[in-house]
């Protein structure tokens, strides 16, 4: 349930959405034009597919949509955090807090070779 919420608070993110919407748009026309051009160009309306054409538009949103979440959720040492959250080492177990916009610090015990993960 933790873990839904944060990605709730992170998917609501208004500019993130914004690129997907963009990215979805662009993609799923060319989608289209790609897998019912025919139709589209004869002007035969009645003979499109328009839940295919529904699903190319909803299917870039939702992979630009899972990508960025998924780079959000990684928390590399020197980098701006996105979110609070607690983070734990996962060469050797360690836990830190860190809050919006704060550097990501390297593990005390690991150094350089830190690898963060969410702890949720
Ligand atoms: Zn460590």
């Given at each position: 349930?933790?873990?839904?919420?944060i990605?709730?608070?992170?998917?609501?993110?208004?500019?993130?959405?914004?690129?997907?919407?963009?990215?979805?748009?662009?993609?799923?026309?060319?989608?289209?034009?790609?897998?019912?051009?025919?139709?589209?160009?004869?002007?035969?309306?009645?003979?499109?597919?328009?839940?295919?054409?529904?699903?190319?538009?909803?299917?870039?949103?939702?992979?630009?949509?899972?990508?960025?979440?998924?780079m959000?959720?990684?928390?590399?040492?020197?980098?701006?955090?996105?979110?609070?959250?607690?983070?734990?080492?996962?060469?050797?177990?360690?836990?830190?807090?860190?809050?919006?916009?704060?550097?990501?610090?390297?593990?005390?015990?690991?150094?350089?070779?830190?690898?963060?993960?969410?702890?949720?």
């Amino acid at each position: 349930m933790e873990r839904l919420k944060i990605y709730l608070i992170i998917v609501n993110d208004k500019v993130m959405l914004l690129k997907s919407l963009k990215i979805a748009l662009f993609v799923g026309m060319i989608l289209n034009i790609i897998n019912q051009g025919d139709k589209i160009f004869s002007l035969d309306f009645a003979s499109i597919d328009y839940l295919k054409t529904l699903l190319t538009f909803t299917v870039p949103f939702m992979v630009s949509t899972y990508t960025a979440l998924s780079m959000k959720i990684k928390f590399q040492v020197g980098e701006v955090a996105s979110i609070d959250s607690k983070l734990k080492c996962i060469r050797c177990n360690s836990s830190i807090n860190v809050k919006k916009n704060e550097i990501v610090p390297l593990c005390h015990k690991c150094n350089e070779k830190t690898k963060w993960r969410m702890k949720l």
